[in-house]
């Protein structure tokens, strides 16, 4: 059974990066042939979508984050990575890795259980 | 505000049949891009409901049913039940491949 699981800092200071990890579990990144992504959502707020990865390395972002965010592969780890820099409050969410079901970009047939990032100093 | 539209909330009795529709355009939607749901009950992660318009994932139950149609899409539940009190999001992808999420529509079992 595929299981997703984030980890990284809880708070992060404005302006600062966000870090976080996706570790896979119950299927190889490299070999799966799907894409793996990142979702957010803000308190009492809907999802949005932040960007998708080919294990091969391309990748796909929303163009409204496009210039902060990158997303990143390991494999060795078999994991995959968010960055996103010059955060601010509106970047204050919870945060889901995903993995989208086969033939798709983007969404998620399996989800992470989600990790709240605050940006405050 | 949201690429795709849904309605704030919607509501219905236990056993009543109840649908969320999801407004897309041209661009996403109406360009033939497929459309998923997602069903979030409190405090959870988003679960699939359907793909690819009308798709059911293994184990989801045949109430749920999802359309398409033009640049909308509709998600129906039938036989409403207590536990279909959730968040419900539908999702598609922009003519780029960008995925966009609907804003979402709370379900209330009246």
């Known amino acids: 059974q595929l299981q997703l699981q984030e980890s990284g800092p809880g708070l992060v200071k404005p302006s600062e990066t966000l870090s976080l990890t996706c570790t896979v579990s119950?299927?190889?990144?490299?070999?799966?042939?799907?894409?793996w992504g990142w979702v957010r959502q803000p308190p009492g707020k809907g999802l949005e979508w932040i960007g998708s990865?080919?294990?091969?390395?391309?990748?796909y972002y929303n163009p409204s984050l496009q210039s902060r965010v990158a997303i990143s592969v390991d494999t060795s780890k078999n994991q995959f990575s968010l960055k996103l820099n010059s955060v601010t409050a509106a970047d204050t969410a919870v945060y889901y890795c995903?993995?989208?079901?086969?033939?798709?970009?983007?969404?998620?047939?399996?989800w992470g259980q989600g990790t709240l990032v605050t940006v405050s100093s | 505000q949201s690429v795709l539209t849904q309605p704030p909330s919607v509501s219905g009795a236990p056993g009543q049949r109840v649908t969320i529709s999801c407004t897309g355009s041209?661009?996403?939607?109406?360009?033939?891009?497929?459309v998923h749901w997602y069903q979030q009950l409190p405090g959870t992660a988003p679960k699939l409901l359907i793909y690819?318009?009308?798709n059911r994932p293994s184990g989801v139950p045949d109430r749920f049913s999802g359309s398409k149609s033009g640049t909308s899409a509709s998600l129906a539940i039938t036989g409403l039940q207590a536990e279909d009190e959730a968040d419900y999001y539908c999702q598609s992808y922009d003519s780029s491949l960008r995925g966009v999420f609907g804003g979402g529509t709370k379900l209330t079992v009246l």
């Open positions: 119950g299927a190889s990144i490299s070999s799966s042939g799907h894409y």
């Open positions: 990865l080919y294990s091969s390395g391309s990748t």
């Open positions: 995903t993995r989208p079901r086969s033939g798709y970009v983007a969404g998620g047939e399996y």
């Open positions: 041209s661009s996403n939607i109406g360009a033939g891009y497929d």
């Open positions: 690819g318009n009308s």
